[in-house]
């Protein structure tokens, strides 16, 4: 499925790896437990308010900080679509790719879009349209081996698919 349909939810700038999940919780790896706490130092209502199929809208370098995989697990595992910034540390965009998140890089959709938008994100295309505003954006598609990788839940489903 390359077509995503959820509520925007809005972070800014710099949200470290800390803030999606904070390291009282890395004792754990089932992304269960991990869904419960995600984003929850960097809004605390986050998890009550979140319905699956959501999505995270964030500004420049998110997730920045430590090389945890258990961030990207966490956004995941709550049942984020997407995640939407201006821009993405190096190593997150990688752990995301790998566990098969889709990532977006479009910094107009950021600055546009609002808390509570219902849009809609296309990743074969890379355009995101916000359904409240009536307005289109894009962002860089992933080539098809990406989009592959990510539609077999990660690196190593897709590995084992081939």
Known sequence: MN??????HKF???IDTDLIIPARYLNTHEW???????MEDADKTFVKRFKKGGFIVGGENFG????????????KAA?????????????FYRN??????????????VD??????????DLATGTIYD??????????????FMQKIIAAGGLINYLKNR
Do not use: M, W
């Open 131 to 144: 359904l409240t505003s009536d307005k289109f954006y894009k962002a860089q598609p992933f080539p098809e």
């Open 32 to 38: 269960e437990e991990l869904a419960q706490h995600v």
């Open 112 to 121: 546009k879009i609002k808390e509570g938008q219902e849009i809609e994100v």
């Open 96 to 109: 995301a790719i790998n566990i098969g998140l889709p990532i977006l890089e479009s910094p107009e959709a």
């Open 64 to 75: 920045c900080g430590s090389s945890r995989e258990h961030a990207p697990i966490a956004i």
């Open 12 to 14: 800014g700038d710099n």
């Open 3 to 8: 077509k995503f349909k959820g509520i925007a």
């Open 79 to 91: 049942g984020v679509s997407a995640v939407i910034a201006k821009s993405f540390a190096r190593i």
